[in-house]
């Protein structure tokens, strides 16, 4: 709550992707009209947090098409199974579409959006 109170609903144009708010640090990417956020409170590698966000925004488009949250919500068991896949106890460990491919073969479900139809 204090991540959509302080970033998405601020006031003012918020400058830096990462905010940190009670001791807590928010890794953050927009696409469209989506936020990404990584969540921690320990002190990580800020290039890899953005560089795993990147990569899995590059891998739900592979599956299903453009990122929105139509295709968010229609494929939310889909981004489930990659993030189980994707992410060991909280470590970041295979985003190659190929090889997640070869265990998730579940296809998305692409949505037509409004200027399409």
Do not use: C
């Not at 936020?35 to 299903?64: D, I, S």
């Not at 970041?92 to 998305?108: A, E, H, S, W, Y």
């Amino acid at each position: 709550d204090a991540f959509r109170v302080n970033v998405i609903h601020a006031r003012q144009q918020v400058r830096s992707p990462v905010t940190n708010i009670a001791r807590t640090s928010f890794f953050h990417i927009k696409r469209s009209t989506l936020w990404l956020a990584a969540v921690t409170k320990q002190n990580v590698n800020a290039a890899m947090v953005f560089e795993f966000l990147l990569k899995f925004v590059e891998v739900m488009q592979n599956y299903f098409g453009k990122l929105s949250e139509e295709n968010v919500k229609n494929n939310f068991v889909l981004i489930y199974e990659l993030l189980d896949e994707i992410v060991d106890f909280g470590y970041p460990q295979n985003t190659d579409t190929g090889v997640l491919k070869t265990f998730i073969t579940q296809q998305g479900v692409k949505s037509a959006s409004k200027e399409e139809q």
